[in-house]
């Protein structure tokens, strides 16, 4: 009998993709961006429509997408007894993050507690990085640059692999971890942000980290960035820093730099690509560190390895083939 069938779990698509052995990586979305707004559960698929306050910003970045090719990504996040506690009734938390330059490590964040008539004006002075205009939300402005911050989706409205196991993991992290840190780091619940199949999913910010299939024995080497880095393989999504083919890459370099890779700053880019098949790429990584005086570059050859069977959504009656990528060829100058 197979396991999934006794178990009565085979009709979720993160187990069949871990049963699998789909690897994650490629799957973090790629983004200059992010609007996270506190906000309460439940949420629709696409809950920032039911915002009133924030039509007029998504009306400008709809044309910043069109315009300028912006990338951007609002999420939800849901309040928290400890971390909400001092939210005046009808004030609303806004964090944004925004990629600093084309090589960087993290992402920039600017956190917000206001009132929400005011939050559409708020993400429109930052979504156009317009000083001028953000100088009149300063005392709204919150010191938290200090303060890691672990997104983990709950989301089941979107698909229920992400609330049967993304709730238990959050719970874990949130119980356990965040109050060893006290005052450093704190996780939250979070809206879908792609990829179900890979629950228990979560973003890791500043740094803008993907990670899926979490299991309670990789938490530590995850949260506190410290053992064997190659034990997070099978578990990393990718950065968001960079394109999705350029994220498996990416893990590969991470796997021989150690955990010194984090705080370089890097790029990426696409030398040559197979568009229409996507049977190999050929990827260039930029990186430096100025305060070690270190800096060097490495190219890569991605390349189809084998197919799996996976499950697009929970429920779905048939799987379907997805490409897996290795790295064949990498060097390091």
């Given at each position: 009998?197979?396991?999934?069938?006794?178990?009565?779990?085979?009709?979720?698509?993160?187990?069949?993709?871990?049963?699998?052995?789909?690897?994650?990586?490629?799957?973090?979305?790629?983004?200059?961006?992010?609007?996270?707004?506190?906000?309460?559960?439940?949420?629709?698929?696409?809950?920032?429509?039911?915002?009133?306050?924030?039509?007029?910003?998504?009306?400008?970045?709809?044309?910043?997408?069109?315009?300028?090719?912006?990338?951007?990504?609002?999420?939800?996040?849901?309040?928290?007894?400890?971390?909400?506690?001092?939210?005046?009734?009808?004030?609303?938390?806004?964090?944004?993050?925004?990629?600093?330059?084309?090589?960087?490590?993290?992402?920039?964040?600017?956190?917000?507690?206001?009132?929400?008539?005011?939050?559409?004006?708020?993400?429109?002075?930052?979504?156009?990085?317009?000083?001028?205009?953000?100088?009149?939300?300063?005392?709204?402005?919150?010191?938290?640059?200090?303060?890691?911050?672990?997104?983990?989706?709950?989301h089941g409205n979107v698909d229920v692999a992400c609330?049967?196991?993304?709730?238990?993991?959050?719970?874990?992290?949130?119980?356990?971890?965040?109050?060893?840190?006290?005052?450093?780091?704190?996780?939250?619940?979070?809206?879908?942000?792609?990829?179900?199949?890979?629950?228990?999913?979560?973003?890791?910010?500043?740094?803008?980290?993907?990670?899926?299939?979490?299991?309670?024995?990789?938490?530590?080497?995850?949260?506190?960035?410290?053992?064997?880095?190659?034990?997070?393989?099978?578990?990393?999504?990718?950065?968001?820093?960079?394109?999705?083919?350029?994220?498996?890459?990416?893990?590969?370099?991470?796997?021989?730099?150690?955990?010194?890779?984090?705080?370089?700053?890097k790029k990426g880019k696409i030398l040559d690509i197979?568009?229409?098949?996507?049977?190999?790429?050929?990827?260039?990584?930029?990186?430096?560190?100025?305060?070690?005086?270190?800096?060097g570059q490495y190219t890569a050859r991605v390349e189809?390895?084998?197919?799996?069977?996976?499950?697009?959504?929970?429920?779905?009656?048939?799987?379907?083939?997805?490409?897996?990528?290795?790295?064949?060829?990498?060097?390091?100058?």
């Amino acid at each position: 009998m197979n396991p999934l069938t006794q178990s009565g779990e085979a009709h979720f698509c993160s187990v069949v993709s871990k049963a699998n052995g789909e690897d994650p990586i490629g799957s973090a979305g790629n983004y200059d961006q992010w609007f996270v707004l506190e906000t309460p559960p439940p949420w629709i698929e696409e809950f920032w429509r039911e915002i009133p306050a924030l039509q007029p910003m998504l009306a400008v970045a709809k044309q910043r997408m069109e315009r300028d090719g912006l990338k951007m990504r609002p999420f939800a996040i849901a309040s928290d007894r400890e971390y909400s506690q001092n939210i005046p009734q009808g004030w609303m938390r806004l964090i944004h993050y925004r990629r600093p330059g084309l090589l960087f490590a993290r992402f920039e964040k600017q956190e917000y507690i206001l009132p929400k008539e005011q939050v559409s004006d708020l993400a429109i002075a930052l979504l156009n990085n317009n000083q001028q205009q953000l100088a009149a939300f300063q005392k709204f402005r919150q010191e938290t640059n200090h303060i890691r911050d672990l997104l983990v989706c709950t989301h089941g409205n979107v698909d229920v692999a992400c609330s049967r196991f993304g709730y238990p993991i959050y719970k874990q992290l949130r119980s356990e971890y965040a109050p060893a840190s006290p005052g450093n780091l704190r996780v939250w619940q979070c809206s879908h942000f792609g990829g179900h199949r890979f629950a228990p999913t979560l973003i890791d910010l500043p740094e803008g980290r993907y990670w899926g299939h979490l299991e309670p024995g990789m938490l530590d080497t995850l949260v506190w960035q410290q053992g064997d880095v190659e034990t997070l393989r099978s578990f990393y999504r990718g950065w968001a820093g960079l394109t999705q083919i350029e994220q498996i890459a990416e893990r590969e370099i991470w796997m021989q730099e150690d955990w010194a890779w984090l705080n370089y700053q890097k790029k990426g880019k696409i030398l040559d690509i197979d568009r229409e098949n996507r049977e190999w790429a050929d990827i260039q990584l930029d990186f430096t560190d100025s305060q070690q005086n270190i800096s060097g570059q490495y190219t890569a050859r991605v390349e189809v390895s084998h197919t799996v069977d996976t499950m697009g959504e929970s429920g779905d009656e048939q799987t379907t083939h997805l490409k897996q990528y290795r790295v064949c060829h990498l060097v390091k100058k």
